[in-house]
């Protein structure tokens, strides 16, 4: 079922489709809206969020609505996923249904017993997020952490994978940023040189509030962006649904929400259906949030590659991807960055 609908969605990509009879790839699933640190890039500092996590029914909607098409589900959004006391029950739940889960986390939590629980659940992929090599750097990024304890917690973590012979993806990302660019080289060394890491990413930054000019140029729509036909759909805590994370924080409106809509109502909504339109002409940069978002649209090749692979095993791809691209080894037009605008 899985691959039929992804065969779906490469059609409906390719054909430039605006109804789509096939259901998104990947979610991004904000389990919880609660958060112990305040950072300069998040969109919590302009975006108020409650305490408070996704109710049990908006989740496992999702979960059974999409369980013959979702491959792969980021339990992640403006929240800390250990804040959330039903997170592994949500991991586990996804794991009977046969959708991949992954999971980014702030690190301030990750003791050694929290450790453990985590290599024992079936989550597939983990995200230690590390933005700097410097003490001032990451402090200053990552207010309300420390350093040395974020950074013991995650060399155990991964001593911890590499002893149990785990299965578990390890990857430690940074964010890059104006005040941490030169700290790249030092943070790569450090991180691939641990074993039980998998992967270091170096991420683009994909929020507007450390650059609040950029955005993407005319030129840029050549091409349409690939969230709309292959996902990932953001679900907020209370359940509305965003076309991306993107549109939520640069304050779309959502298309729907879950508690009194199905999923493929919301997935071929009206307005959804308008974005689609526009893409496919050309006119991306005719939808407000989509002319001033900092996401990077990957070149269409990518795209359809992503629809051929299994969802699970593309974000597994995505860092060498990106990295091999940014390091100049692939032509930089596969990932076509947003820019400064004038």
Not at 57 to 63: D, N, P, Q
Not at 278 to 285: N, P, Q, T
Request: with cysteine; glycine share 6%.
């Amino acid at each position: 079922m899985r691959g039929w609908n992804r065969a779906k969605l490469l059609w409906g990509y390719l054909r430039r489709r605006t109804t789509l009879r096939a259901l998104p790839v990947e979610y991004i699933v904000e389990t919880t809206a609660k958060c112990n640190l305040y950072c300069p890039m998040c969109p919590r500092e302009t975006h108020a969020q409650p305490k408070a996590d996704m109710a049990d029914a908006i989740f496992e909607r999702l979960v059974r609505e999409s369980a013959d098409s979702a491959e792969h589900m980021m339990l992640i959004g403006l929240g800390e996923p250990f804040m959330d006391p039903r997170i592994f029950d949500r991991i586990e739940f996804c794991h009977r249904h046969s959708i991949a889960t992954l999971l980014s986390t702030n690190g301030t939590f990750l003791d050694e017993r929290l450790a453990g629980r985590v290599l024992d659940s079936p989550l597939d992929e983990i995200t230690l997020s590390f933005d700097g090599a410097k003490k001032e750097t990451f402090e200053f990024y990552r207010k309300g952490a420390k350093f040395e304890k974020v950074r013991d917690n995650f060399v155990r973590f991964a001593r911890m994978k590499q002893e149990r012979r785990s299965k578990l993806q390890v990857v430690v990302q940074m964010v890059c940023m104006e005040g941490n660019a030169g700290e790249v080289g030092d943070f790569l060394a450090f991180w691939s040189a641990l074993p039980g890491v998998d992967q270091v990413r170096i991420k683009e930054d994909e929020t507007n509030l450390m650059r609040p000019d950029a955005g993407h140029a005319a030129e840029d729509w050549k091409h349409p962006c690939h969230y709309l036909w292959r996902g990932p759909m953001y679900v907020k805590q209370n359940g509305d649904v965003y076309p991306c994370c993107q549109s939520y924080m640069l304050d779309g409106a959502p298309l729907g929400n879950l508690a009194d809509q199905s999923l493929v109502q919301i997935w071929n909504s009206a307005e959804m259906e308008r974005m689609r339109r526009l893409h496919v002409s050309g006119r991306g940069g005719e939808v407000d949030v989509c002319s001033r978002c900092c996401t990077t649209i990957p070149h269409p090749a990518l795209v359809i590659g992503s629809l051929i692979l299994h969802g699970r095993t593309v974000r597994r791809l995505l860092p060498m991807v990106e990295r091999l691209t940014y390091l100049s080894k692939l032509p930089r037009r596969l990932l076509r960055p947003p820019r400064r605008m004038r």
